[in-house]
């Protein structure tokens, strides 16, 4: 960025953080490194110090940069807050195959825990009406957007028995940084029916018994299928775009 685009304080403060959030994320400085002054990066961003430690305050509110006294210094990815994980996401198109497959692994286990927890405490009408939604997903096997739609009914449903607040909360962040980004590569999984048929099977069974970790294990089964073609799909699109 060699010249000033933005015309008002509060967007030149979002570039800037930007571009910067951006280098970081991508490794331009090392876990420990100090980054220019604010003297010398209102020079690079042809702005004021002020403008530039507006800046510095939204990537510490990430918990990349710690500003200290002497300088700013780069934290460490693992110390950072969960909100820099839609960032990473956004860095390349399509994303890193293997923050996509931890995305997934964390949604599984989410939805196992939530599964698992939401039966245990199920009345009698509710296990009923969850069968219900299972037939609903039967019903849409040969339709992934009406599978998906099934789903997320259901796992909707857990989560209003299980009313677990942490658990919600952390699931809504997860998919608000990484369901759009994951949507806009139009990857349609294809359940093989063999394996569809055995989940509603296993799935509408453990809800008649009242079986918690057979329907957790029926949840993370689809999770697990879902991942392995989720994650194969996007490295096939890396390797596509490497190669072209």
């Not at 690079?44 to 110090?49: C, L, M, N, T």
């Not at 996509?100 to 939805?111: R, T």
């Not at 040969?142 to 789903?151: E, K, L, T, V, Y």
């Not at 329907?215 to 994650?231: E, K, L, N």
Request: without cysteine; aromatic residues 4%; charged residues 25%.
């Amino acid at each position: 960025m060699n010249s000033r685009v933005m015309t008002t304080p509060t967007s030149l403060t979002y570039e800037i953080a930007a571009v910067l959030r951006t280098e970081i994320l991508r490794g331009q400085y090392r876990p420990g490194e100090r980054l220019p002054s604010e003297r010398d990066l209102a020079v690079r961003f042809h702005s004021s110090r002020g403008v530039v430690r507006e800046a510095l305050t939204n990537l510490a509110q990430l918990g990349i940069i710690d500003i200290q006294p002497g300088g700013v210094r780069i934290v460490p990815r693992e110390r950072a807050h969960l909100s820099i994980l839609g960032h990473l996401m956004k860095l390349d198109n399509p994303p890193d195959p293997q923050l996509v497959d931890q995305f997934l692994q964390i949604f599984g286990a989410l939805s196992v825990l939530t599964t698992r927890s939401a039966i245990q405490k199920a009345s009698p009408d509710q296990l009923t009406q969850a069968r219900e939604l299972v037939a609903e997903l039967d019903r849409q096997a040969n339709s992934f957007d009406g599978m998906h739609r099934a789903w997320r009914e259901l796992l909707e449903f857990f989560k209003s028995i299980d009313k677990n607040l942490v658990l919600q909360l952390i699931g809504n962040d997860l998919k608000a940084q990484f369901v759009d980004q994951i949507l806009t590569l139009g990857i349609k999984p294809d359940l093989d029916e063999t394996v569809h048929n055995m989940l509603v099977k296993d799935l509408d069974e453990a809800l008649r018994l009242g079986d918690a970790q057979q329907a957790a294990d029926a949840i993370q089964d689809y999770s697990d299928h879902m991942r392995v073609f989720v994650v194969s799909a996007v490295t096939a699109r890396q390797q596509r775009k490497v190669d072209s």
